[in-house]
Nanobody, 126 residues
């Protein structure tokens, strides 16, 4: 299984970016997809996730109301629309996927996802 993330770049504070991630490989069908990020000098952290059948996304508090995670028309595609970006959103963003549906208590953890993309840099200037 391969995950290909794209859409990162440099933007001024208050601006928007849209990240995309496509998973491919055999008969793989993702039941859980997520975005994590790693800010400079920090550990990788959860940003947003969704699970097949829930009809909603899950977000870390600091991005709630600014970021929107969604599935694409293709089953294994996920997007992250990032609005009102702040300098503290600067990070490498990673998409992640899992064939089995993650349980709610694990949704925000790295271990819930077996497959990871290569990361895309997002830089927000003040």
């Amino acid at each position: 299984v391969q995950l290909q993330a794209s859409g990162g770049g440099m933007v001024q504070a208050g601006g928007s970016l849209r990240l995309s991630c496509a998973a491919s490989g055999g008969s793989f069908s993702a039941s859980g997809m997520a975005w994590f990020r790693q800010r400079p000098g920090k550990d990788r952290e959860f940003v947003a996730a969704l699970r097949r059948g829930d009809g909603r996304g899950y977000y870390r508090d600091s991005v709630q109301g600014r970021f929107i995670i969604s599935r694409g028309g293709a089953d294994n595609t996920v997007y992250l629309q990032m609005n009102s970006l702040k300098p503290e959103d600067t990070a490498v963003y990673y998409c992640a996927a899992n064939q089995n549906r993650p349980i709610l208590s694990a949704l925000r953890t790295i271990g819930a996802y077996a497959h990871w993309g290569q990361g895309t840099q997002v830089t927000v200037s003040s």
